[in-house]
């Protein structure tokens, strides 16, 4: 098991790592839309948040010797369901291989952000 880092991508804002690569997987924290050159939240609508969600993940992926092309499964969190299409719109023009995914709405999100995405992906 190796621990991942990049400084492309926002530190870690709790006890854990930003990846972690194990028997040929990359297995992504969470990443929310904080930007790594502030470290902080500097976009508020569902589409920008997204943007930069999937941007973070792009770096971390690709800080591993991986790619978003290489996903083979999200998992979404959504502050509010009724995004769900704005942000299928962005995300689809990330995860253009259509990983395996699960989309769910939840209470509360780190930062009061309005979206965070984790994701497995081979090396």
């Known amino acids: 098991m190796e ?7 926002p530190e870690a804002i709790g006890p854990y790592s ?5 028997n040929g997987l990359i297995f992504t924290s969470g990443q929310i839309a904080i930007n790594p050159a502030s ?11 997204t943007e930069q969600v999937c941007s973070n993940l792009k770096n971390v992926l690709e800080a591993a010797g991986s790619s978003l092309e290489k996903a083979v499964k999200t ?22 291989e259509k990983p395996a995914r699960s989309c769910v709405a939840v209470k509360t999100l780190p930062k009061n952000v309005l979206v965070e995405v984790e994701v497995i992906a081979e090396v």
């Open 3 to 9: 621990k991942l880092y990049t400084k492309n991508a």
């Open 75 to 96: 998992v979404c969190f959504l502050a509010d369901m009724k995004d769900f299409a704005a942000f299928n719109t962005v995300y689809g023009k990330y995860f253009t």
């Open 39 to 49: 470290g902080e939240v500097e976009t508020y609508t569902i589409e920008a948040q």
């Open 18 to 22: 930003q990846a972690i690569k194990a």
